[in-house]
Nanobody, 114 residues
Framework: QVQLVESVGGLVQAGGSLRLSCTASGIFFDSKHMGWYRQAPGKQREWVATITTTRVTTYGNSVKGRFTISRDNAKNTVYLQMNSLKPGDTAVYYC????????WGQGTQVTVSS
């Protein structure tokens, strides 16, 4: 049974930083591309970032230069370091496996106050 468990998000002021983590079980983590998505109230789920098995990273335009995705295969964990946060980054953040079948975490709320 696949499980992706995100860390607790939180409330942060604009300009602040926050790091999310997502720990996987039930999968061979080393062989999975991993990603982060987010969904703001009333909006569609938006892709944020991806890290491949060879640690190649790509980012959505709205977060490029501010967010960093990384992974620790020894801990079956993927991270999202978020810097220079803006109120527009407020959303529920989800980690996911990337591939023909997408497995999702339960989501974690990030709120950025102005």
């Amino acid at each position: 049974q696949v499980q992706l468990v995100e860390s607790v998000g939180g409330l942060v002021q604009a300009g602040g930083s926050l790091r999310l983590s997502c720990t996987a079980s039930g999968i061979f983590f080393d062989s999975k591309h991993m990603g982060w998505y987010r969904q703001a109230p009333g909006k569609q789920r938006e892709w944020v970032a991806t890290i491949t098995t060879t640690r190649v990273t790509t980012y959505g335009n709205s977060v490029k230069g501010r967010f960093t995705i990384s992974r620790d295969n020894a801990k079956n964990t993927v991270y999202l370091q978020m810097n220079s946060l803006k109120p527009g980054d407020t959303a529920v953040y989800y980690c996911a496996t990337i591939g023909p079948v997408i497995e999702w975490g339960q989501g974690t709320q990030v709120t950025v106050s102005s």
